[in-house]
């Protein structure tokens, strides 16, 4: 049974940093994508970066660009969103999410909540 499974959420101050991870597990085989997507109270889920682990090419959306970074331990099947600089408007529970295509996402994890103080 395929798992993911977030952590390293918290409340953390404007300007600060978090780094979460996401362990993988219930399968061998790599996966095509892996991303990080968010959502804030009231608003739509909303994806924040992504990794091509073919070739490691990533992607962020430009509202967090220069800002956070996506990383994958593919020895240890771990997906990493480094978060620095954040602010308030970061505010959202973040789901690490993988597929064995481009056009879609097949697993989800459950989330873990980040909270930026101003």
């Known amino acids: 049974q395929v798992q993911l499974v977030e952590s390293g959420g918290g409340l953390v101050q404007k300007g600060g940093s978090l780094k979460l991870s996401c362990a993988t597990s219930?399968?061998?085989?790599?996966?095509?994508?892996m991303g990080w997507f968010r959502q804030a109270p009231g608003k739509e889920r909303e994806s924040v970066c992504a990794?091509?682990?073919?070739?490691?090419?990533?992607y962020c959306a430009a509202f967090v660009q220069g800002r956070f970074a996506i990383s994958v331990d593919n020895a240890n099947n771990i997906l990493y969103l480094q978060m620095n600089s954040l602010k308030p408007e970061d505010t959202a529970v973040y789901y690490c999410a993988a597929s064995d295509r481009i056009d879609g996402y097949d697993y989800w994890g459950q989330g873990t909540q980040v909270t930026v103080s101003s």
């Open positions: 990794i091509n682990l073919s070739g490691d090419t990533t």
């Open positions: 219930g399968r061998t085989k790599s996966y095509v994508v």
